[in-house]
């Protein structure tokens, strides 16, 4: 599965940006610094959801714009996420891959129309969705013409409370056991705190994901969206020089499922 | 704390056996076995948690003794678990770590008698318990007088079926922080089947767990218990050789919460 | 809230029917019959959700014609399920009253879309939401212009495997407390076994619930989704008459939370 | 089964009272009242499950002894909860049933031991424990010579915070179409907060319920424990008067499942 020159399941990946798109200064300041860091996708919501009506909703088409506009300066590709069948065209249009949230997971009629967007899809796993729930919304996608999905883990909801959701690390093996399709890990969505964010995606690097998504934001704390668990600028910074060893450690696309010598 | 020349917390300790101890041969083997691999502490059910009242209970005070002669032959230390208040002595008097198991959690009865018992406890998580409740528990065994509680991370229970339990990985960075008390994973209840526990062994090693529980058996397929999830012997040899490199990359003792970058 | 005749949330209200239309013949036999019954409402899914590619994706367009026939042959009101926001105007031009399933409950586009749709909207809960999630998300449609939300209950996921759901009794005083707006139980999806259907539906009646969805069929077992937990005709017609004597009992509009002597 | 002069399965039994025992006075005001109202059982907690260690943990022994005057006084039945094995003598000496709490369900040893207290065994399900585990716990202390056993259901863990637990109403069909164990309810656990106790009641007594376990305080704002869920004594009257006609509608002693036509 390519996306410009980068082939997604064959090199390590990550994906990087703020959890929303808020202006060109924040967008453009995170992209280049994180493409600096060795990101190679740009992330950042352009459609927000809404959980609540008097949330931020986000910039929308202004917020696609400005995203292609960071891919020119950058030389990222770009992943924006997607909520409403009647945003599919627009949104193919600016971004290089498609995000389905977890709330979407199951929304069947996004999925079949997402099959004939012409981009690969990003499809996270809902809060409480198995990963066999996970690869049927998948084979929505496929079934209905677009084999490229990314599969995403971005922790589930248990009665833990220390950490906003619950990273399965387990998934990814497994998912990379049942399955062809790349595996990304959200560490961000995970873990629900900044600190704990790194050492998930030192645990995402080891148990064989393909990638990471990780929220960034030059300045956490005015974030409208998630600032408690983006990294700042550094941080990302020091989680890529963090895991530089251990991917390291990898022969990159085997399974860590097999090398540990489990399959054989 | 110290278990014989052991320093729990301070260097990364592999405690592995078999579920049930079930004969003199198939305990001295295994032991035998991983201690060559690198193992320090001999793992095994003398009293079994009895789900049902047909099922297998365990050796019991035979083996108890079992695991005692395990211990001269091999310089293994012992663990084992203890579920009765009326078992504390007996188990006290053979074993070097007095086991709590996931059910046993919140036994406050029996928590307050461990607190008496002149051994370290390993207090394992319970299937649904939240990390605030384990250290409750915990704070349960120290407060009757036992400053000596391992804490244990063994999987959650989860609407995924891929899996026995769900492996918390974010467990271990959260309690290295808000408590000083060593965490140990057990990857083999987490996983459920065998395959998984090297990989989740590795997640574990690299978010700065403080050992490992692994179940072992010389022919897993005949276990009394637990065979899908006990490796081989030689499947435990390739684990603990797998798992070197990214043992290097710590500095033992040093929390990997920390070292990413994240608390700084 | 009127829907014809019927003023939803001051009379108990039921609404049976199959799960999905299959067939004018199947349609109409049952609604003839849930009709001299007792019940106000059709149902019927002429658009499912089709969680496997593969399954019965319903009969669509010429599904609501059906059930409009069935309307005019019968007199009952009609409810449906739908699931795209491309297919509102087609369903709010045959139906009565607009259902959002439980997998919808945070398609946050298609509520925003139902502001505007003219109907009433059935919004069920999500397998796994809090009462909290259900009222916000009644609260999009409501601030996208539409004051007539129905709340259903209809079972939440948990760890118990005896029923397809497990039916949270409290909810209904629960909402009736914290929200002006009617709730509906749908014992069926929370049963799973249409045993269990009629016991629950009795629990629904005396804790002040303003109606059932229930599903109903001819013959269940040639039903093409949902036979195990729907009724058969004369099942229907029992459960009816059962509900009488409890319903005789209730202060109709009246809340049992509060007649149970609980809140003043 | 029977208890003194009541016959628990054949008729609809009433246990109530406080929490905790906490003075004779508080516990005679208290037993007096539920006894005027139609309780036949009083319920007062001697030894308390501690998830602290630094909170009330019952007045043991002392608190055995109230209970007992308490018996004479009103002529009322004893239930009381005992959670360590080596306290099962002096509270059967004591109790007239024994209550096994949610935590201890899986406290396998205990139920090994009140396989031969001599008294009925309360056993309430465990907080994530499915029926068939609790089916499996109540095998245990039958298959250890005590075939009196009467199941519990207290509500269950789920996501939902607006109550304390979800009371799983179809959990009391379930158990009596696959046991002929009595099965009784605890709706303060299962609420959580006093104004849904008597409406959960009422639902327990339209499914079948057996009895129900009910915790009431003569000042609630002052119990030492679990008072936002208990009933005033005025309350409790309350609610045994609203329960009347519920109970007039059933042929006691038979299963509401059963008559709900769902079997025939």
Known sequence: MRVGDIAIGAEFVVMAGPCAVESERQLIETALSVASAGARILRGGAYKPRSSPYSFQGLGLEGLK??????EVTGLKVITEVMSELDVDAVAEYADIMQVGARSMENFALLERLGSCGRPVLLKRGMTATLEDLLRSAQFIVENGNPDVILCERGIRTFETATRNTFDVA?????KTVSH???????????????????LARAAVVVGA??????VHPQPDKAVSDGE????LEQFDAMMADLEPYLALRTIGECAYATAGGIA
């Open 66 to 71: 400005l995203l292609s506009k960071a891919r």
């Open 171 to 175: 998934a990814v093996p497994v998912l």
């Open 181 to 199: 399709l790349p595996v990304i890990v959200d560490p961000s969505h995970a873990a629900g705190v900044r600190l704990l964010v790194p050492v």
């Open 210 to 215: 393909d990638g990471l998504l990780v929220e």
């Open 229 to 232: 668990q983006s990294l700042t």
